[in-house]
């Protein structure tokens, strides 16, 4: 990943340890990051939310090719 979008990277890290779990790894709804941003006080852009919505699409097909 590029420098510039390092921090995307660690928003996505930080949103991962608090993803919900059921039956299966839930994906990271957009209302826990909007939850997520107000409670650090962060504003995301449109395009990072974007990216930040490709990473969990990635992590989630990784993890159910993986099981």
Same mark, same amino acid.
């Given at each position: 990943? #590029? =420098? ?7 928003? =996505? *890290?930080?949103? &991962?340890?608090?993803? /919900? &779990?059921?039956?299966?790894? &839930? #994906? @990271?709804?957009?209302?826990? @990051?909007?939850?997520? /941003?107000?409670? $650090?006080? @962060? *504003?995301?852009? #449109? =395009?990072? $939310? /974007? ?11 990784? /993890? $159910? *090719? *993986?099981?």
């Amino acid at each position: 990943m #590029p =420098f510039e979008l390092a921090h995307v990277w660690e928003w =996505f *890290a930080q949103l &991962n340890r608090k993803r /919900q &779990n059921g039956m299966a790894v &839930n #994906p @990271i709804a957009s209302t826990e @990051i909007l939850a997520w /941003q107000a409670r $650090h006080g @962060i *504003a995301i852009e #449109p =395009f990072e $939310h /974007q990216l930040l919505d490709r990473l969990d699409a990635l992590f989630l097909s990784h /993890q $159910h *090719a *993986a099981g």
